[in-house]
């Protein structure tokens, strides 16, 4: 064994390559907080994974001025947007929706689209950012075992190619490890289980099966046979393809136990022709493994935090891929963690600014959970009219954080979420989206939330311009201020019934994006309301 000598030292540590540990990466690193991240795995995904990026996604990456990389890596789907539902591929269509129709934000709701991306495409584009933003990104590099206390983590990792052993010492980490949770699991901290999980085998297959799509083309196809659930995914080579069926195993049966012949059988199955010639390819080139199991259903942790380690991603919750909220639920995680996490490290907020992140992300993914069976119980049994309690955008752009680092209005509403169509501009909500003009360039309010708070004030409010200049100040921390009508031009005078607030009011946005507080109209002392509120939901204690 080759050890190195103690330990290398880092702010945060980060276990798990995947979109989610990438991208808490990148968040962090244009923070200005340098994380390691280690993952076991050589290289990024080799597969596609999830398929397409929500528009809240996009938001987010668009801020970093990735988007236009991201879109110039679409997949060949971006023009297959169809999702079908039928007994076999070769009958009967029982439903077909332009997905994409169906949950393309307006473009008075957001500023983007969705991203028809493959997860593997986009890995690569988050990974380049994250490193030359200033991550160390480890690939081809395990956690062997950690250990978290008082005054940190410290994990002994190993590199897979040489064998090297070594020590690293964090002041946090992040477990985004992926659906089998090992962090957590050695925690001690177990899952909510709102329904009764199943299992699905899934593998690659080539095939020609232009008689049976008849110059059809669809980017999912939900298929009865050979069982309800089954799931037919074209992949980026014409004619590679990925069948999911439902299955349940026998006590001690695995995927080794699936031949080849019976699992082109399900195919052939599926698409409804006994004589298809099929042929078996492994997802990762070169090696035997070409048959899968996957768990179905969901849960939610029954904790986000212990102690110093938190979870995100699939460590914390795993949903069914209906409604794509799976990945997108992890980036979320992570852009609600990273600002949180640099505030304390750079000593602008108190410890108890890290217990929100559970507060806030957890019921997001109770509800993403419950919306996502919905949707995927709707898929199955109707013609393809979703009827779920929320609807895909509703869930995408409108749900509610609740904890101390919201200031909350009363009287509130209980509901989780609220319809983005028609914005409140309460604190808890996503800022809402509104065009801007200046010097003949068209922005977003979206695109003004770059990782510092932000305040949004009306055009006849000049007094919040020493507000937030002394409240910067007196708490060491960036205050980005915009006045909407003066520094930019609000043509359709929407900024002020989307904020909730008049041309002397403001509006304080997290670096998330999210509304935090704000005043309708000017306060007789702004400077004081102003530092009192960020004061609370930094969780500084009395401060002024």
Excluded at 311 to 331: R, W, Y
Excluded at 391 to 415: N, Q, V
Aim: charged letters at 20%.
């Amino acid at each position: 064994m080759n050890t190195h000598p103690g330990a290398q030292q880092t702010a945060v540590l980060i276990v798990g390559g995947g979109i989610t540990g990438l991208s808490a990466a990148l968040f962090l690193a244009r923070l200005g907080i340098r994380p390691i991240l280690v993952e076991r795995h050589p290289t990024t995904a080799i597969m596609p994974q999830a398929r397409a990026f929500n528009p809240r996604s996009m938001e987010i990456y668009r801020a970093l001025g990735l988007e236009s990389d991201i879109r110039n890596h679409q997949s060949m789907l971006v023009d297959f947007p169809e999702m079908i539902g039928a007994d076999t591929l070769f009958g009967q269509e029982r439903f077909r929706v332009d997905l994409l129709a169906h949950v393309r934000p307006p473009e008075c709701l957001s500023p983007t689209d969705w991203g028809m991306i493959d997860q593997d495409e986009l890995e690569c584009i988050v990974r380049a950012a994250a490193e030359s933003s200033g991550a160390d990104v480890r690939f081809g590099t395990e956690l062997l075992s950690f250990d978290s206390h008082d005054a940190g983590v410290t994990a002994l990792v190993r590199e897979l190619g040489s064998g090297a052993e070594y020590r690293v010492h964090a002041e946090y980490l992040i477990a985004a490890d992926g659906h089998r949770a090992g962090i957590r699991n050695r925690l001690g901290i177990g899952v909510d289980h709102p329904d009764a999980s199943g299992t699905a085998v899934f593998f690659l297959f080539d095939a020609d099966l232009d008689a049976a799509l008849r110059g059809r083309r669809f980017l999912l196809a939900y298929l009865d046979r050979p069982s309800t659930g089954t799931v037919l995914v074209p992949l980026r080579k014409f004619g590679r393809w990925m069948l999911g069926v439902p299955y349940q195993p026998e006590p001690g049966e695995s995927a080794a136990d699936f031949s080849e012949q019976r699992c082109i059988e399900l195919v052939r199955h599926a698409v409804g022709m006994e004589d298809l010639d099929i042929t078996l390819i492994p997802p990762v080139p070169g090696l035997p493994h070409k048959v899968s199991f996957v768990t179905g259903g969901g849960w939610v942790a029954n904790q986000y935090r212990a102690g110093r380690v938190f979870f995100a991603g699939d460590a914390a919750h795993v949903v069914p891929p209906s409604g794509s909220f799976g990945a997108n639920t992890g980036i979320a995680d992570g852009h609600n963690l990273a600002w949180k996490l640099a505030a304390v490290l750079n000593g602008q907020a108190g410890d108890a600014l890290l217990d929100t992140y559970e507060d806030e992300r957890r019921p997001v993914a109770q509800t993403t959970l419950d919306t996502a069976m919905q949707l995927l119980h709707d898929r199955h049994q109707s013609t393809g009219d979703d009827v779920t309690k929320i609807d895909d955008l509703t869930m995408i752009l409108g749900y509610r954080y609740r904890s101390t680092a919201i200031l909350a209005e009363t009287p509130a509403s209980d509901r989780p979420v609220e319809d983005p169509r028609t914005p409140s501009g309460r604190p808890g909500f996503r800022a809402p989206h509104v065009w801007l003009h200046r010097g003949g360039t068209k922005l977003s309010t979206v695109d003004l939330f770059d990782g510092a708070f932000t305040m949004l004030v009306g055009r006849d409010s000049a007094e919040w311009t020493t507000a937030a200049e002394k409240t910067a100040t007196a708490l060491n921390l960036d205050v980005h201020i915009h006045h909407i009508g003066t520094d930019f031009d609000d043509l359709d005078n929407h900024f002020p019934a989307a904020y909730g607030i008049t041309h002397t009011g403001a509006t304080l946005v997290r670096p998330d994006g999210f509304v935090a507080w704000r005043a309708a109209d000017l306060p007789a002392e702004p400077d004081r309301e102003l530092l009192q509120a960020l004061t609370r939901l930094l969780a500084r204690g009395n401060h002024g």
